[in-house]
């Protein structure tokens, strides 16, 4: 097990004495997003338990100071308390079990959903988990591909949809807007293939936006801000091309 070096999340998923299961393109984002919480006291949560791989692949990757705690909704999960995991069995889309599980627990410093993937669990998830995430802590829900396939849930309520409402939140903080933003759980969202991270900063994500000025001295220089529309006029129909390519998901860089 690691103790100063720190691990790559591949090298620890590899290392795993029991089968665990994650898509190829995940360790990347894993070792961009949590390596600075390598070796260090944190309390780790993982939804999706299975056949217990990936609990010890956590503690690899974290290591030994780090609290690893695992849900499932299968009883059977309880067996890996007998490696030193900490396991609690409950839905992931019961908010009951979310008020008992952060009562107990406390607060925690990263919550990885890797459970059902169903928009209502996702979803759940992150609504009951973001108030109950310590500042500079970050809550990751993965396999949000589910959101563009059938029988996951009602796609008008996509996890992903819901994601959307985020960038709309965290926008409506500009000072010209909305004077009274109530949800300021979230400081920034980060989305990968598959893969969207909530992180929490609760001081940044409280800040009142308001234009500033440093007080230098002015040189009266004209705001070109609108100067280019006979630019934009003039190269309008490759503008055009460019613009439609950036709205199609599945177009190339041509
Ligand atoms: C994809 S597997 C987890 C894989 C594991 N994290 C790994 O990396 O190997 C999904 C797990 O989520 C659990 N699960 C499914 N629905 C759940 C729910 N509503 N609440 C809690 N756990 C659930 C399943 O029992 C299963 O063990």
Redesign the pocket.
Known sequence: MSTSAKTSSRDAYDKSPF????HSTYFPVYDQLLSPYQNRDITFV?????????LF?WREFFGPRARIIG????PE?KKWEADGFEIFV?????PD?WDEFFSEVGAVDILLD?????YT?QIITTEMGLDHIKDGGMLIVE?THTSYLDGFGDKSISFINYCKRWIDRVNSRFGSFVKEQKDRRVWSVEVFESIVAFKVNRAFSQQVSMPTDNGGKRDFSKDFRNADRKLVERDSARIERIIKRGFDIFGGNA
């Open positions: 089968r665990s299961i994650k993982e939804v999706g338990v299975f056949e217990g791989g990936s692949m849900i499932d909704f299968n999960a409950g839905s992931q889309s019961s079990f890797d459970g059902g993937h169903t669990q396999d």
